[in-house]
């Protein structure tokens, strides 16, 4: 019998397709003892466990027959609904995908082709970078930092090139942390509209603010304006559940529509159980919801600050976020953060090194750390021991003061 060399019967684009490296590391983390500040994952005592039970429960016992039944591609009706009054916009501009990962794919799929110019800021969320890349696409970058993407940098490009589309998380960025202030995003909006392009805004932690109030999405600035040209995804994940995979895109009908086409060669429809229950769970208590996640996000972003400040050494930089999930951390030039997570993990604290995060390479002396699934007590102490190991590993590269004779 031959046997099967199965690289030579995987089409061209399956050596596109990578593993995950935040997904490989968290299997390194899930050992008992790590204190993990690796995986954007949602704190669970926050997960609506015993209603979304009860929800459940009578769903399947009123409505089972639609609960598991096949559904339409665009999503169930009333939930679509839902989320159009909750943005103000219509339901046919809405679509429901199996979380915005999926939505990122099919923006790919529709949008890409082999050697199209894409822009993405550097870092980006290498969960983007992993679904575009399967398309063949020319990754265009422009450096970012706590206000966003540099808009200097930014028009130089754009001046030079059309991407097809610039995919951009301005509010509490990931893996950054970032928040564009308002006067960028009205530049940036500015200089996207005098060129017709098209933008995706990933806005998944619009609710994780800090603040009194969120600032406008480009996509609603853009709306106010009279510009189509937003394409916005958000999702439920970080303020329901992840497990549930119910997120959304908004966008013009005609591009609803294109995407409804590929999502159907995907997978059908969203699963309807699951939107019927998150539904459900907005119906009631939603705005208080929000706020108890907004405090119990901000509380633990500042005990990890607090910890960072007593801890690490001087020569590290690191931000400090007004919302979100994430603390960006900027080791000394020649550091490796591979090297640092290596020797983290033999004492049992983990991170996400920020390499992955540039899509067109760089960010070696770099990582992410997450503080929104620890306790208190395992914040502080997971920073205690990665700057005892950050110390030890700056001590080693320092060269030698030792007279050599």
Same mark, same amino acid.
């Given at each position: 019998?031959?046997t099967?060399d199965?690289?030579?019967l995987?089409g061209? #684009? ?6 995950s ?13 790590? %204190? ?6 949602p704190?669970p005592? @926050? ?5 979304a039970?009860r929800?459940?429960?009578e769903?399947? &016992? ?6 598991? /039944? ?6 169930y #009706?009333?939930?679509?609904t ?5 943005l ?8 429901i995908?199996? #979380? ?6 099919l923006l790919g799929?529709?949008? @890409? ?13 290498m969960?983007a970078i /992993? ?8 990754f ?15 028009e130089?490009?754009? &001046? =030079?090139?059309?991407?097809r589309? @610039?995919y951009?998380?301005p509010?509490? /960025?990931?893996p950054?942390?970032?928040? +564009?202030?308002?006067?960028a ?7 996207v509209?005098e060129r017709?392009?098209?933008v995706?805004?990933?806005d998944?932690?619009r ?5 009194e109030s ?5 996509f609603?600035?853009?709306r106010?304006?009279g510009?189509p040209?937003? %394409?916005y995804?958000?999702s439920?994940?970080k303020i ?6 119910v997120?959304?895109?908004?966008a013009?009908?005609?591009v ?6 590929a999502?159907q060669?995907?997978d ?12 459900a769970?907005?119906?009631e208590g939603?705005p208080e919801r ?14 990890m600050?607090?910890?960072?400040? =007593?801890?690490m050494?001087?020569e590290?930089r690191?931000t ?6 994430f603390?960006? +951390? ?5 550091l490796?953060? !591979?090297?640092l997570f290596q020797q983290?993990i033999?004492?049992?604290?983990a991170f ?11 960010? !070696?002396?770099?990582?992410? @750390?997450?503080?929104?699934t620890?306790?208190p007590e ?13 110390? #030890?590993?700056?001590a080693s590269?320092s ?7």
């Open positions: 019998m031959k099967l199965w690289n030579t995987f061209k #684009g399956a050596g596109r397709i990578q593993a490296t935040i997904r490989e590391l968290l299997k390194l983390t899930q050992r008992p003892g790590v %204190i993990s500040f690796a995986g954007g994952l704190a005592e @926050l997960f609506p466990k015993e209603e039970a929800k459940a429960a769903i399947l &016992k009123e409505k089972g027959e639609v609960a598991l /039944q096949y559904g339409p591609t665009e999503g #009706g009333p939930l679509r839902w989320v159009a009054e909750w103000g916009v219509k339901p046919q501009e809405v679509l995908t199996t #979380g915005s990962q999926q939505a990122l794919d799929k529709v949008f @890409l082709d082999e050697g199209s110019p894409v822009l993405l800021e550097a870092p980006s969320y969960g /992993q679904a575009f890349r399967a398309y063949g696409p020319r265009l970058t422009v450096p970012a930092g706590e206000e966003g993407p540099d808009l200097e940098a930014l130089a490009t754009l &001046k =030079r090139e059309r991407p589309f @610039l951009l998380i509010s509490f /960025q990931n950054s942390g970032g928040l +564009m202030p308002l006067r995003r009205k530049r940036l909006l500015e200089m509209m017709g392009l098209l995706v805004e990933d998944a932690y609710e994780l603010y800090f603040g969120r600032l406008p999405s480009l609603e600035l853009a106010e304006a510009y040209g937003v %394409i995804l958000s439920f994940s329901l559940s992840p497990g549930l995979r997120a959304f895109a908004v013009h009908p005609e609803i529509l294109k995407l409804t086409q999502k060669g995907v059908l429809h969203t699963p309807i159980l699951n939107q019927m229950l998150v539904h769970l907005v119906q939603f929000l706020e108890k996640i907004r405090a119990t996000y901000q509380a633990k972003a500042r005990t600050l607090a910890a960072l400040d =007593r801890e050494p001087k590290v690191y400090r976020p007004q919302g979100g999930m603390v960006w +951390m900027e080791l000394p030039e020649g490796s953060a !591979e090297a983290a033999a004492e049992n604290v996400v090194p920020g390499g992955p995060f540039f899509a067109g390479g760089g960010g !070696e002396n770099t990582l992410r @750390l997450s503080y929104a620890m306790g395992g914040i502080v102490e997971g920073v205690r021991r990665l700057a005892k190991v950050l110390r #030890g590993l700056l590269a060269p030698s003061t030792t007279p050599t004779g």
